[in-house]
């Protein structure tokens, strides 16, 4: 396991990875870019962060411990990254409580394909652990990153929660909260933040985070709030006043900065150490070496977007790893590697037989990019259909339902065992 890195550490080495950034892969939590058209050296981030690598091993201790089959997502090295997995798996071997957290910024009214990818392998997570989830939506953050009104943002983010409602999540086990109403209604949250602040310096906010002379002070005391649900004291109405109860964090690895910063300052204040589990980055259309980005509509699939819509982006837009003439493709094969059908289909098509039996013919030039665009198409159109069918049957009581602070409930897998 890599050793963890210090935040004056992170501070270094950040500023160099900035310094480099010229010719190397740029990601921090609002910006994601490569040169390489096959995306992101993942190997390379988890050096640079400091994280673990999902191991075999560590997939096979899983299945164990839980007595599930790895999601999809885990088993092919989507979810490729983490902190602490294997501790989260012993409490859960123990009977022993912890909880998911995870959030959502909404910088805009509909969410695209990539930002289901996490809330689809978060829900299968609390099905499988059978445990409490904290949903955070940072209005806040947008506010202050983005040319939006205030109330623009609070009205994004309402509308970001019928989708994240849509997915599925068990509202007996889930809340979701927006900054700017939850921090202003319960005060141990607030008192975790500024605990959290007096512990990080201007001088590690801006190694870690980038910030200069220019940012406003808003965006050098906003990485406290994203820390503070990694906190069980922070949801007194869930937990009561225990702060020993470690959290678990699935996330796009952009978000670790974030993180590394909340296990630099957790021991400090009493509080566990959140764990996490990194994923990879949703390509855009145009290609890998950049993610799917939602100001962008041609860059994206969006979760309202009708059948015709998904049809032409796919067609249009999704770059292609194949030959330029057909007879080029038949000879030389396609490549999987940067082909974003492809990809696609590594996020979206469960069934391994498939996947493979298709990256063999396309490698192979028996299968055009007109059929492997179809396949995901196929998949696609449903998926998303779906979806806006069960966001339509959101209602402003379901919501209330989910953002309601209350009790959630739910019962660790050995409750004898438990502390």
């Not at 390489?36 to 400091?50: C, E, N, P």
């Not at 503070?228 to 937990?239: A, Y």
């Not at 009561?240 to 900065?257: E, M, S, T, Y």
Request: glycine share 6%; charged share 25%.
């Amino acid at each position: 396991m890599a050793d963890e890195k210090s935040i004056e550490q992170m501070s270094l080495n950040d500023n160099s990875a900035v310094a480099a950034s010229a010719i190397e892969d740029v990601v921090d939590p609002w910006n994601v870019s490569t040169s390489s058209a096959t995306g992101v050296d993942y190997d390379k981030l988890i050096t640079r962060f400091g994280s673990s690598k999902v191991q075999p091993a560590l997939i096979e201790r899983f299945e164990t411990v839980t007595g599930h089959r790895a999601h999809h997502l885990l088993r092919r090295g989507i979810f490729f990254s983490h902190r602490e997995f294997d501790n989260i798996l012993t409490l859960h071997e123990k009977g022993k409580p912890f909880y998911l957290y995870t959030g959502r910024g909404p910088s805009s009214e509909a969410m695209h394909i990539g930002h289901l990818i996490p809330f689809i392998f978060t829900k299968w997570l609390q099905e499988v652990f059978d445990v409490p989830l904290v949903i955070q939506l940072t209005d806040d953050e947008k506010f202050l990153w983005k040319d939006l009104k205030l109330e623009e943002c609070r009205r994004l983010a309402k509308e970001n929660i019928k989708d994240i409602i849509a997915i599925g999540f068990d509202p007996a086990k889930t809340f979701i909260f927006t900054d700017f109403d939850y921090m202003s209604s319960v005060p141990e949250f607030y008192r975790n933040v500024i605990r959290v602040q007096r512990c990080v310096t201007f001088n590690q906010a801006k190694g870690i985070f980038g910030f200069d002379d220019s940012s406003c002070i808003g965006k050098i005391a906003f990485p406290a709030i994203q820390a503070v649900p990694s906190f069980s004291s922070s949801f007194p109405h869930i937990f009561g006043d225990k702060k020993d109860i470690q959290c678990l964090i699935p996330c796009a690895i952009d978000q670790d900065p974030y993180f590394r910063m909340t296990r630099d300052v957790a021991p400090r204040l009493g509080f566990r150490k959140p764990a996490l589990l990194h994923s990879t980055f949703f390509p855009a259309l145009q290609g890998a070496q950049t993610k799917m980005s939602a100001s962008d509509p041609n860059s994206s699939i969006g979760l309202t977007d009708t059948d015709k819509q998904i049809k032409t982006k796919i067609n249009k837009y999704a770059f292609s790893g194949g030959g330029a003439t057909t007879e080029e493709h038949r000879e030389k094969g396609g490549n999987c590697d940067v082909d974003i059908s492809y990809q696609y289909l590594t996020f979206l098509l469960e069934d391994d037989e498939r996947l493979e039996q298709i990256r063999k013919d396309y490698t192979s030039g028996e299968l055009l990019t007109g059929y492997l665009k179809k396949e995901l198409i196929e998949i696609l159109q449903p998926l998303i259909g779906a979806h806006r069918e069960r966001r339509k049957a959101v209602t402003d009581e379901t919501v209330k339902e989910f953002t309601t602070p209350r009790k959630l409930n739910y019962t660790p897998s050995n409750p004898t065992a438990a502390s």
